[in-house]
């Protein structure tokens, strides 16, 4: 089959994105726990595990928890809360234009981020799931948790699955739990990340817009 990106005479790459603080400007987990009344809490658990202060895995469960017994109305709440970082939609719509695969993996969850995905035509998506019975969160999860390790996993097969070797793999995100990503990536970009993130980053964007991204890949 040809390379419809080969067509168009451009090297094609794959953009692997974190959601929370990256491809949007909140962090999900945050938002839903100010409906259950444990924002405050949350907040601070959340802003410890992006440093690299906690383990991710252990971290979510234990905020996840929080929300047991919330009405699954809130997750409509949540999603209309939600606003795309800048330049967020430029850099989807630049690599579409040039046949680049995008994908979002996140620690956030499917419920928010698979209607923003659809939006932006992004159909590769990996977040987690929340565990709902009778109308409400029951404070777990369903399936395995999309850790660090994770999310270089699916960098990995998302790259096999599109045919882009690791070297033209791009991975952007802004906490610890991207730091397997941004390593495995062929270009990791801290985007407004903690210090551990941008210290170990090929690439820091710290003022400016996603759509940065297309400018370090030559495009």
């Known amino acids: ?21 990256t491809f949007i400007t909140a962090e999900q987990i945050d938002l839903l726990a100010a409906h259950a009344g444990s924002g405050e809490q949350v907040a601070e658990i959340t802003a410890r595990a992006m440093a690299g202060e906690l383990d991710f895995a252990a971290s979510l469960t234990e905020r996840v928890g929080t929300l047991a017994g919330v009405a699954v109305g809130v997750l409509d709440q949540v999603r ?10 430029d850099l989807v719509a630049g690599a579409h234009a040039r046949h680049w695969p995008v994908a979002l993996v996140s620690g956030g969850f499917h419920e928010i981020v698979d209607p923003i995905a659809a939006e932006q035509r992004i159909t590769r998506v990996r ?12 404070g777990g999860l369903d399936g ?69 991204v297309l400018a370090l890949l030559g495009a």
């Open 1 to 21: 089959m040809t390379d419809p990106a080969a067509a168009h005479g451009t090297t094609r790459f794959l953009l692997v994105l974190d959601v929370d603080s």
């Open 80 to 89: 209309a809360q939600i606003e795309l970082s800048p330049g967020a939609a």
């Open 127 to 138: 977040a987690n799931r929340l565990a709902v019975a009778d109308g409400v969160l029951t």
């Open 144 to 212: 395995p948790i999309v850790d660090r390790a994770a999310k270089a996993h699916w960098l990995r097969t998302f790259a096999a699955e599109e045919g882009v070797p690791l070297a033209r793999t791009v991975a952007i995100g802004d906490g610890a739990n991207d730091l397997d990503m941004l390593a495995a990536a062929g270009l990791g970009v801290a985007y407004y990340a903690k210090p551990v993130v941008a210290a170990q980053a090929d690439v820091a964007i710290d003022s400016g817009g996603l759509e940065q």
